[in-house]
């Protein structure tokens, strides 16, 4: 299995900069995953590194071998790259059985007949679909037509599987149980895997580690919890997590001798992070599951009201507020608030995300300092 790395890869198309100045290591037998919004460049990366699209600038290596550079004006037809490519639409082919169409990519390296047997055989018992190598396309279901589409791209035994988008044809439950079919095959084949999505939940579940842009540009890559509890800049941070995070901008004071964060009238005096100083714009963010409501009082020096309370299957999740500032909290307890009821809140230690208001960067984590 190879390693894959992009060097300063730009891809432009006129005025429009796709993909800029992007580094990346894609370790051997990782499965990397792509997020970010529509239109960030994750599929154009996907699809320069397929060779289906040749970048602007930059090189390409797949295990220490050239496949693209732009100073040398070289690249490596795809079909020398030895890569299995699935998309969005399964594109089988309508005339041929589950049999041919595993077995299509097999007959064009013009493999002997027991072999192609063997491994269609092979690749269609892995994917469950052993019982239908006879049947046509039309005669499966969505879930089915996907797996007979990886199966196809695995058969060949590439040395990369590059996917754009392949589960947002399917309802809610066939996604859910081909990520766990997704994740199962990757544990036994060992194979790099290349993923994009804009679906965060399939990122943080399906890959060993998840890359995040925006327009063009890498904003951080990292092992999904650790991205998740740790973003380095304000996109990340709210473009990862449902519910999203909480934020509010406010400013670092002293208030009686005190350091804090100060917004909308609130302060909440918080344990100092070095580096930073009273004066400084900022944002601070806290995940909804790191807020704790308590009893308002001996409890908790902040007193909230509940807006709403939101049954979400396991979880209950509460809007609360106090002047203009809200929080979504996830319930500890199963219990749903009526509006207008007075609560306290906590916080989890070391939850409180400190952002610069200007850059966006992370600028460290803390704690609330407890009154007592």
Not at 296 to 324: C, H, M, Q, W
Not at 346 to 355: C, G, R, T
Request: proline residues 5%; charged residues 25%; hydrophobic residues 40%.
């Amino acid at each position: 299995m190879p390693e894959i790395v992009l060097k300063n890869v730009t891809k432009r198309w006129g005025n429009v900069v796709a993909v800029n100045d992007f580094s990346l290591k894609i370790p051997d037998g990782s499965f990397m995953c792509f997020l970010g919004p529509s239109g960030c460049g994750k599929t154009t990366t996907l699809r320069m590194i397929a060779g289906l699209e040749e970048p602007t600038a930059g090189k390409i290596y797949m295990d220490d071998k050239l496949i693209y550079s732009s100073e040398e004006a070289f690249s490596l037809r795809p079909k020398d790259r030895d890569v299995g490519l699935i998309f969005q639409s399964y594109a089988l082919w309508p005339h041929m059985t589950v049999f041919k169409n595993i077995a299509f990519g097999l007959e064009m390296e013009k493999l002997p007949g027991q072999e192609i047997k063997k491994r269609v055989q092979e690749i269609a018992d892995l994917m469950a679909i052993g019982d239908l190598l006879e049947r046509y396309p039309s005669e499966l279901s969505g879930g089915q037509q996907q797996r007979v589409a990886l199966a196809r791209s695995l058969a060949p035994q590439p040395n990369c599987l590059l996917m754009d988008e392949p589960l947002s044809n399917l309802d809610a439950k066939l996604r859910v149980d081909m990520r766990t079919e997704l994740k199962r095959i990757h544990s036994e084949t060992k194979q790099t895997i290349i993923y994009v999505t804009h679906d965060q939940l399939e990122a943080l579940s399906l890959g060993t580690q998840v890359v995040i842009m925006n327009e063009g540009k890498l904003q951080q890559i990292d092992e999904p919890m650790e991205m998740y509890k740790n973003p380095k800049n304000l996109f990340v941070g709210e473009f990862v997590g449902t519910p999203r995070i909480n934020m509010v901008r406010g400013d670092l004071i002293e208030q009686e001798g005190q350091f804090g964060f100060k917004s909308d009238g609130i302060f909440f005096p918080l344990k100092g992070i070095e580096g930073l100083r009273a004066g400084q714009q900022v944002v601070m963010a806290v995940r909804p599951e790191d807020v704790r409501l308590t009893k308002p009082g001996k409890e908790s020096s902040f007193v909230f009201t509940i807006y709403s309370t939101l049954p979400a299957g396991a979880d209950i999740f509460a809007r609360i507020y106090k002047n203009k500032t809200f929080f979504t909290v996830r319930q500890e307890e199963r219990v749903i608030h009526t509006p207008e009821t007075a609560v306290g809140i906590d916080f989890v230690e070391d939850s409180l995300l400190i952002f610069d208001a200007q850059t966006e960067n992370l600028l460290g984590k803390t704690s609330l300092i407890k009154k007592g």
